[in-house]
């Protein structure tokens, strides 16, 4: 049997604005939101029981909420969850990270059970099989 990990994870940035570029030096840096989000992640795995982690594959299903009706790119959000994952010292480096893309709901779609307005994502981590 393969151990799995669940959380909730709310406002979560997407990597455009989690990574945003000084425009005078052309550097990228960790925005003031990318910072809180990653405390605030960190928190809820250490929360949820997600462990340390080997150094092997893992599959990382996400199950997204978006807070209105614009179309979103699910994959400008991996780069949040897997370096959250990092910075909490549950992963040793986010290239062992599979993403799964499972759903996304938008407001108004049934079987959405968050109200309007709310955005983020189901993240369940497990092994991957083999």
Not at 3 to 23: A, H, I, R
């Amino acid at each position: 049997m393969i151990d799995s990990y669940s959380v909730f994870l709310k406002d979560v940035p997407s990597e455009n604005s989690l990574y945003p570029t000084n425009f005078k030096t052309g550097i990228r840096f960790l925005s003031k939101k990318g910072s809180e989000f990653r405390k605030r992640a960190v928190l809820a795995f250490k929360e949820a029981g997600f462990p340390r982690f080997a150094t092997r594959p893992l599959v990382v299903e996400l199950t997204a909420y978006w807070r209105d009706k614009r179309k979103c790119d699910m994959a400008n959000y991996h780069k949040a969850i897997g370096d959250a994952l990092k910075a909490g010292g549950f992963i040793e480096d986010d290239w062992i990270l599979l993403f799964r893309d499972q759903k996304f709901y938008y407001p108004g779609d049934e079987g959405r059970k968050l109200e309007k307005g709310v955005q983020g994502f189901i993240v369940q981590v497990s092994e991957r099989e083999r």
